[in-house]
């Protein structure tokens, strides 16, 4: 019997981009066993269940039911669990995705273990070590075996710290292979109507950034902020639960917040999110996952930070970086109101086929004989 591949999920954005990759696996295996490994740190029902539903992704083999914590116990009991896990079915590969601290935690067990590792979007720097997810991909890469790479940007990142070229595989964009499989059935998605809000009528909003919503005095103006975007149009608003819990320490509920023109809602499922992003005249977001989204459906979005790990979304599609300082955000909105929003193009290589490309580049890394690694 062949050594397994161990696939992990923890958080909500690394379900979308392990998706098609398993869907490709599943269709050619290459021989293997492919395990689904869900750490646990996203568990409740709208940040995990919800996204796993619309997904369609089946169940995980295996949840370590790990939950959250600073990031020193998140990781450490990732880590822990993660250890015993290999110990009992010595994968011959672990892949992990994105810049989770499951990620990190996953990757340094296998990495200990002398399990090889792939990387899922490898490679993004926002050169911001404050941002504990820059953090993440810097050692989660300098323990990665194949890289798997969504843009030329992260190629070159990797290039120039070292990493040998054969190594990386430009694989495109997995998360982009989910939003075209969904798209259609997220847009018969009655959610608009729900809201009362039309095509092109409305600014849809996240925001969880610790940078952002961590610091008491720059959430307090993010809110005073949105209450001044909301003369414009109605907005969106589906709240992160790490935002909810910062709200509710500065004495605001969803209650307190909601007007006719400001929906603050529970974080949304995966086709009712698209539906929004896909009619919305605009999206401010902090997210990673949502810059690439909103380049792939040419929507305009501003990115309330003052870098980005995904700069290819700002100089090819429609992400403009409006600054970390609230007060920029409205007259950011008004130039695309204005009609000055990027058009953009969708990068190159984000065309639905991602995940093939990934299961095909890791059914010939496990062919190739590695001395010392489980078969
Ligand atoms: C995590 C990732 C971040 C990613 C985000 C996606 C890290 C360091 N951060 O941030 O990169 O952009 O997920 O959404 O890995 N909570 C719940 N329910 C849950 C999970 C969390 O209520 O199912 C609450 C808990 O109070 C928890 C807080 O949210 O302490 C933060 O969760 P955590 O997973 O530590 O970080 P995120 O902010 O979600
Ligand atoms: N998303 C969702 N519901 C929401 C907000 C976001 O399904 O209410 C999806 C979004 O479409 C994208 C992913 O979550 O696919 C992005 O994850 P998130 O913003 O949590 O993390 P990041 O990308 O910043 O790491």
Known sequence: MTAPVLHVV?????????????????????????LLVHTGQHYDEHLNDAIF??????????????????????????????ERLV?????????????????????????????????????????????PEEVNRIVTDRLTDLFLTPSPDADAN???????????????????????????????????AR???????????????????????????????LCELARRAPVIFPVHPRTRARLAS????????????VHVLEPLGYLEF???????????????GVQEETTALGVPCLTVRDNTERPITVEVGTNTLVGSEPSALPPAVDAVLAGHGKRGQVPEGWDGHAGERAAAAIRTFLEIPRPGAAR
């Open 53 to 82: 539903r619309d997904l369609g992704l089946r169940a995980p083999d295996v949840h370590l039911g790990v939950g959250s914590g600073s990031h020193a116990e998140q990781t450490a009991r990732v880590m822990l669990a993660f």
């Open 274 to 288: 698209l539906a929004l992003e896909d009619a919305a005249s605009l999206v401010i977001t902090d997210s990673g």
């Open 250 to 261: 500065l004495g605001l509920s969803f209650e307190s917040l909601a007007t006719a023109r």
């Open 195 to 225: 809201l009362g809000v039309e095509r092109r009528g409305f600014f849809l909003l996240t925001l969880h950034r610790p940078s952002n919503v961590d610091e008491p005095e720059r959430l307090a103006r993010l809110v005073e902020t």
């Open 87 to 131: 110990a009992e079915r010595r994968p011959g590969l672990v892949v992990v995705a994105g810049d989770v601290n499951s990620t990190l935690s996953c990757c340094v067990v296998a990495a200990k273990a002398c399990v090889p590792v792939a990387h899922l979007e490898a490679g993004l720097r926002s050169r911001d070590r404050t941002m």
């Open 158 to 192: 990797l290039l120039a710290e070292g990493v040998a070229p054969s190594a990386i595989v430009r694989v495109g964009n997995c998360m982009i292979d989910s939003v075209q499989k969904h798209l259609p059935a997220a847009r018969q998605s009655p959610v608009l």
């Open 10 to 34: 923890g958080a909500r954005p690394n379900f979308m981009k392990m998706a098609p990759l398993l869907e490709a696996l599943a269709r050619d295996p290459g021989g293997r066993e492919h």
